[in-house]
């Protein structure tokens, strides 16, 4: 009964737990970085594709733009609408930015390292390694709707309602086409674990040049799926209906202001990077194919931003260049498209990996 | 004191008894239906508190279908109270007696 | 010291029963349905408890995910109403009201200890399993399989059953047919 707090104090001060803890940190304000970056990279990827120059004024070529943005967002007034409840209200903004962050502990975003000799042992850049990584990254965006119903919901008015009814079920319509394609890469993987999905994909050919062991080869059809349901489920691009402003004024977050809806937004960014984030675990190699890992695990780290920055350019790049799809264009796409495709794409698969097997 | 499998069984079986409270006391179709939904949680923590008991996997399989099950009974249960609403405007169950002798 | 276990069991444990009860006593179904995804999440820890992590996160995608959801989705449509409170006691009106409501109440409570009656004679010969359990039944590869051979049946018929249910929900739901 009675145990001294002596190993308590060794496992909380050890190398490996501060490393860890470090690491989340690390994860964590990255990615409030990549948000910002990821504003600056829109205005200026749109601005580029519009030929025109986007924002150039606040800094060098405009770089310390996203800093004005945030300033500017935290001194507007904090509005709530009088028949708004109250706690729903500033709730939901809450539950997207915490789902939104909440899926990024499992994914691994480099080789396991000793961080140079610093540590006695090998950690994985993971915050966390599950066996069952991509169920629960899947279960957390699946969490990520409940900000946008009861934003709409709470709000207590017509746009935010039907913005909110319309965005969610556009969700759950493309979480099934979404669960399907990584199940596709799970079967090629043979693992739930990422880093498991990861490391199965380092086969390269002609020393290095051509790398053949990425899941991207075997289920193309998969990674269609997969970018075309994740930018479904970010309500981005050409599925963002539920947000236009020519029909909706901005749909769920119509009445949010300042911090709240700095908080949809920010939610809206991270979301897009766990989707390339995943994109890139499950079908493009992860951190294993321009530069060898036998570099040293930075070069590692690098592969993996390169790999996620290109998806996140595709993102942008399709906003700016597809016009936008009607409701119910959006959702009969959804069922009656997609999601046989990506049953059949599975079956493929499956066959596929048994006869070659 | 570790937790044992009995306190996981009297865990499950006061959440199964708030649920049969619920669905006797409440008088509103949707919550109701929740009440349902808590005894069917119930019932799974039961199966895989006893699955880890035995150390099989058959308990969380039970659960598997478990869940299934419960998802069709919500979405058939729910539809009937779109179907009830439309006809009469009230989610009480005091109002639909015309089924009374 | 109590063990991570412990503390884990009572702290989920706890939150899991008193959202049930708020589910059971809230006037406004919004609230409730939102308390049981809160039950649903504390469940979820119940199960990671139990070296269970495959159950858990299954209960999250379905349960907490997507049922949770729909039931969100019909009380926003109906936009249901509170309940009416017809009686004089006010907010403690789920237990303290005339006749039927009492006699139920009484039935519920004795349920709980009839309940835990039973298990004490059941529970008190069996021993708990060691670690090596843990892992077994935290692998998903072994539910996989189970699922697949011994429960095989079950899947398929389960398969037609959420069929028949998508089907029945909407001709239910259908102004007209």
């Given at each position: 009964m009675g145990v001294s707090v002596q190993p308590l104090i060794d496992f909380v001060t050890s190398p490996i737990t501060i490393a860890y803890v470090v690491l989340i940190f690390v994860v964590f304000f990255s990615l409030q970085i990549s948000a910002a970056v990821l504003v600056l990279a829109e205005r200026k990827v749109a601005a580029f594709a519009q030929q025109r120059l986007g924002p150039y004024r606040v800094g060098w070529w405009g770089v310390l733009q996203p800093l004005a943005d945030i300033l500017k967002l935290l001194f507007k007034e904090e509005l709530r609408p009088k028949a708004a409840d109250f706690w729903l209200f500033y709730l939901a903004p809450v539950i997207s930015a915490t789902t939104a962050f909440a899926a990024f502990v499992v994914i691994p975003f480099g080789p396991p390292t000793d961080l140079f000799g610093l540590l006695p042992e090998p950690i994985n850049l993971q915050g966390m390694d599950v066996n069952v990584a991509v169920l629960i990254v899947f279960a957390i965006t699946s969490m990520?709707?409940?900000?946008?119903?009861?934003?709409?919901?709470?709000?207590?008015?017509?746009?935010?309602?039907?913005?909110?009814?319309?965005?969610?079920?556009?969700?759950?319509?493309?979480?099934?086409?979404?669960?399907?394609?990584?199940?596709?890469?799970?079967?090629?993987?043979?693992?739930?674990?990422?880093?498991?999905?990861?490391?199965?994909?380092?086969?390269?050919?002609?020393?290095?040049?051509?790398?053949?062991?990425?899941?991207?080869?075997?289920?193309?059809?998969?990674?269609?799926?997969?970018?075309?349901?994740?930018?479904?489920?970010?309500?981005?691009?050409?599925?963002?209906?539920?947000?236009?402003?020519?029909?909706?004024?901005?749909?769920?977050?119509?009445?949010?202001?300042?911090?709240?809806?700095?908080?949809?937004?920010?939610?809206?960014?991270?979301?897009?990077?766990?989707?390339?984030?995943?994109?890139?675990?499950?079908?493009?190699?992860?951190?294993?194919?321009?530069?060898?890992?036998?570099?040293?695990?930075?070069?590692?780290?690098?592969?993996?931003?390169?790999?996620?920055?290109?998806?996140?350019?595709?993102?942008?790049?399709?906003?700016?260049?597809?016009?936008?799809?009607?409701?119910?264009?959006?959702?009969?796409?959804?069922?009656?498209?997609?999601?046989?495709?990506?049953?059949?794409?599975?079956?493929?698969?499956?066959?596929?990996?048994?006869?070659?097997? | 004191m570790e937790p044992t499998l009995t306190h996981y069984l009297a865990l499950s079986a006061v959440l199964f008894s708030i649920g049969t409270a619920g669905v006797f006391l409440r008088r509103n179709l949707i919550t109701v239906l929740l009440s349902i939904e808590i005894m069917l949680n119930a019932v799974n923590l039961t199966f895989v508190a006893a699955g880890r008991h035995f150390g099989t996997v058959d308990g969380q399989v039970i659960v598997f279908f478990v869940m299934t099950v419960a998802a069709a009974e919500a979405a058939v249960g729910l539809a009937l109270i779109i179907a009830l609403f439309r006809h009469k405007e009230s989610l009480s169950p005091d109002v639909f007696t015309s089924l009374k002798w | 010291m109590i063990s991570l276990d412990a503390i884990l069991f009572y702290l989920f444990g706890a939150v899991t029963v008193a959202s049930s009860l708020a589910v059971v006593t809230q006037r406004n179904p919004m609230h409730s349905v939102l308390f049981l995804i809160g039950s649903f999440l504390a469940l979820a820890g119940l199960y990671i408890n139990l070296d269970s992590p495959f159950t858990a996160v299954t209960q999250i995608i379905v349960y907490a995910g997507a049922i949770m959801v729909l039931f969100l989705f019909v009380v926003m449509l109906l936009n249901a109403p509170r309940e009416d409170v017809a009686s004089p006691y006010g907010p403690a009106y789920v237990t303290l009201t005339t006749g039927p409501r009492r006699a139920f109440a009484l039935l519920s409570v004795v349920l709980v200890v009839e309940l835990v009656l039973a298990m004490r004679q059941f529970v008190s010969a069996s021993q708990p399993s060691g670690p090596d359990a843990a892992a077994h039944v935290s692998s998903v590869r072994q539910i996989g399989i189970a699922i697949f051979t011994d429960y095989s049946l079950a899947f398929e018929a389960t398969s037609v059953l959420i069929l028949v249910a998508m089907v029945g929900a909407v001709v239910l739901a259908k102004k007209r047919l």
């Open positions: 990520g709707v409940y900000g946008i119903v009861l934003a709409g919901w709470a709000s207590n008015s017509k746009y935010s309602l039907l913005g909110g009814l319309r965005s969610s079920a556009q969700m759950l319509s493309y979480e099934l086409s979404y669960g399907l394609a990584l199940a596709s890469a799970i079967l090629l993987g043979n693992s739930l674990s990422l880093r498991e999905i990861v490391d199965g994909q380092s086969a390269t050919m002609l020393g290095g040049l051509i790398p053949s062991g990425w899941f991207l080869w075997p289920s193309f059809f998969g990674f269609v799926i997969y970018m075309i349901a994740g930018v479904a489920e970010t309500n981005r691009a050409p599925f963002d209906f539920p947000e236009a402003e020519q029909e909706l004024v901005a749909g769920y977050h119509t009445e949010y202001s300042s911090m709240s809806f700095a908080l949809f937004f920010l939610a809206e960014y991270i979301n897009m990077v766990t989707v390339s984030a995943l994109a890139t675990n499950l079908f493009l190699g992860g951190w294993h194919w321009p530069f060898p890992l036998a570099w040293g695990w930075p070069f590692g780290v690098l592969n993996w931003l390169l790999k996620v920055a290109f998806l996140l350019f595709f993102y942008i790049w399709m906003r700016w260049t597809l016009p936008r799809y009607r409701y119910d264009q959006l959702m009969s796409f959804g069922w009656k498209w997609l999601l046989p495709a990506a049953v059949v794409n599975v079956i493929l698969v499956a066959a596929g990996v048994v006869y070659f097997s | - | -």
